[in-house]
């Protein structure tokens, strides 16, 4: 039997992908190259915004059309808010929400046997428990997405999360170490701890915190090369997971720290744990630790009744804390939140100018750090290979991409070189 995935949303859902792909490789089947029937397709969705849920109805239909006699399973968080609207689209067998995940082979044998269609989407997310299923299928990467936790608890006012992925459950320390070593011993290089709420990882737990969890990783896996951390929420940046970076040189230099916004009242309105004083006097205490730290961060722009004052209390504040890039996300309301019932939403074509600003001020942020490093020695794991321009891609420990002229692929390979930008990097900024 064979099966095709594909995969919307963020890491998470990547890593839960390769997770099925292994179970059903475990069970016999195998990813269908070009010419071969497709047996299975996969489709793994996201609902962080409506266009999210957009996009998974429309790659379901497109795979549909593609593969009329796959069988075809719907995951994720789209498949968990509106099972009903996934199960009434064409080819839909199987609908699999945001837990059981690790059923699906079995599923599949099901409806084989039936020809029924099956929807298991378990409606009362907060009862989830950790489903620890992990990835044992490697390919030739040198990076890795290692999922640790799922769910949150904070209740952002605009996040649907809580709603799609369930309460916050952390994975057991042992599983993780476990995984960690196989992909170690697999010849990855870089392990990036990812997950719904990263940092709230051992909330859950007795006594255990994410810092803890990142000692034993780096206590236990002695010849793990590097080790990152995808997103972590200011207030979960304590001076002791500081000291454990500052102190060890397999921690990346590189710290992900959601904002939001860099106006108070609206992060008020957001249901955010932090105000801008706070997060400013943590990113002082981060450099403290850390001061050649690369700090990026989230931004959403356009929530319900920013002012002109709030947007530019935000993007000067953006520029005070000096991030080295920004991601910047137009609000987007989603239904079953509270944001989205707030008045004085803000509209399309205001998003989209306040979008472009603060794009154009990532950019020179982003120009501005790169410009410190020019002419200094940096560690470079390389991950991909420019064919056309002969030249090696890899990531420093401070996340930003580096390029080494090379006449062949260095896959894998680490090495120290003098950071530089090249003409045509310039050229096509
Ligand atoms: S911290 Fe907030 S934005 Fe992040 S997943 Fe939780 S509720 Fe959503």
Redesign the pocket.
């Given at each position: 039997m064979t099966y095709k995935t594909f995969t919307l949303g963020c890491k998470v859902n990547a890593y839960e992908t390769d997770a099925v792909a292994s179970l059903l490789n475990a069970r016999g089947y195998h990813e269908a190259n070009e010419n071969e029937i497709v047996d299975v397709i996969i489709i793994n969705t996201c609902s962080v915004t409506s266009t999210s849920d957009q996009k998974s109805r429309q790659h379901i239909r497109k795979f549909h059309k593609l593969y009329p006699e796959a069988i075809i399973v719907v995951m994720g968080c789209y498949a968990q808010v509106d099972p009903e609207s996934v199960s009434s689209l064409p080819g839909v067998a199987i609908v699999v929400g945001a837990s059981d995940r690790h059923r699906i082979p079995d599923l599949i044998e099901q409806y084989k046997q039936h020809s029924q269609a099956i929807i298991t989407v378990e409606k009362n997310q907060r009862n989830f428990d950790y489903e620890d299923f992990g990835v044992t299928s490697f390919t030739h990467n040198s990076r890795a997405y290692l999922k640790i936790q799922d769910g949150?608890?904070?209740?952002?006012s605009?996040?649907i999360?809580?709603y799609s992925?369930g309460r916050l459950r952390s994975r057991p320390v042992e599983s993780i170490i476990t995984e960690i070593k196989d992909l170690v011993s697999h010849g990855y290089k870089e392990i990036i701890l990812t997950g719904?709420?990263t940092g709230g990882y051992g909330s859950d737990l007795d006594g255990f915190t994410f810092s803890d969890l990142v000692a034993t990783i780096l206590r236990e896996v002695p010849n793990l090369f590097r080790l990152r951390i995808s997103s972590i929420?200011e207030n979960e940046v304590t001076p002791d997971l500081l000291n454990i970076m500052a102190q060890s040189s397999v921690m990346a230099r590189h710290l992900h720290l959601?904002l939001?916004s860099g106006s108070s009242s609206v992060l008020k309105r957001m249901n955010?744990k932090y105000d801008t004083a706070a997060f400013l006097a943590k990113v002082k205490m981060i450099r403290d630790y850390l001061p050649d730290i690369a700090l990026s961060t989230d931004v959403i722009v356009g929530f319900p009744g920013e002012t002109e004052e709030e947007f530019t209390e935000t993007y000067n504040f953006i520029k005070q804390a000096n991030f080295m890039r920004l991601h910047v996300f137009p609000f987007s309301p989603r239904s079953g939140t509270s944001a989205a019932r707030m008045k004085n939403q803000v509209s399309p074509e205001v998003k989209k100018e306040r979008v472009n600003r603060l794009i154009s001020l990532s950019e020179e942020l982003e120009a501005d750090y790169e410009r410190r490093f020019i002419g200094r020695k940096v560690e470079v794991i390389f991950e991909e290979y420019d064919e056309t321009s002969h030249f090696a891609i890899g990531h420093t420990s401070n996340y930003l991409v580096a390029k080494y002229p090379s006449p062949v692929a260095i896959h894998g390979q680490i090495k120290d070189i003098i950071f530089q930008i090249y003409t045509h990097d310039i050229n096509k900024k």
């Open positions: 949150c608890d904070n209740f952002c605009y996040c999360i809580p992925r719904i709420h929420e959601p939001q955010r």
